[in-house]
């Protein structure tokens, strides 16, 4: 039906940036929300941030003025710009959308998740 591919995680030191995209396909009627969800070890799947089809968006408020969440409607992408990375931000980073699936209705789906390690 519909698929989730994450690209850009990886191993940077404290204060670096990195760039995560998710790109979806498949049965796609129109996608609504777009989120980024984060994992850390020992811990709850928290949200990071999302937006809205009317680019709306809502932070963490751990993540607040660094990281940037934006999407490209014609090719199905989300992508969280990650500035002043902090150790603490280290998790795996997941993607999920909510997608009007043609004939199906509304559905979430997640990516497979891609690893960000920060150094100190």
């Known amino acids: 039906q519909v698929q989730l591919v994450e690209s850009g995680g990886g191993l940077v030191q404290a204060g670096e940036s990195l760039r995560l995209s998710c790109a979806a396909s498949?049965?796609?009627?129109?996608?609504?929300?777009m989120g980024w969800y984060r994992q850390a070890p020992g811990k709850q799947r928290e949200l990071v941030a999302n937006?809205?089809?009317?680019?709306?968006?809502d932070y963490a408020d751990s993540v607040k003025g660094r990281f940037t969440i934006s999407r490209d409607n014609a090719k199905n992408t989300v992508y969280l710009q990650m500035n002043s990375l902090k150790p603490e931000d280290t998790a795996v980073y997941y993607c999920n959308m909510r997608v009007r699936v043609v004939g199906l209705g509304v559905n979430d789906y997640w990516g497979q998740g891609t690893q960000v390690t920060v150094s100190s």
């Open positions: 937006i809205r089809s009317g680019g709306i968006t």
């Open positions: 498949g049965s796609i009627y129109s996608i609504n929300a």
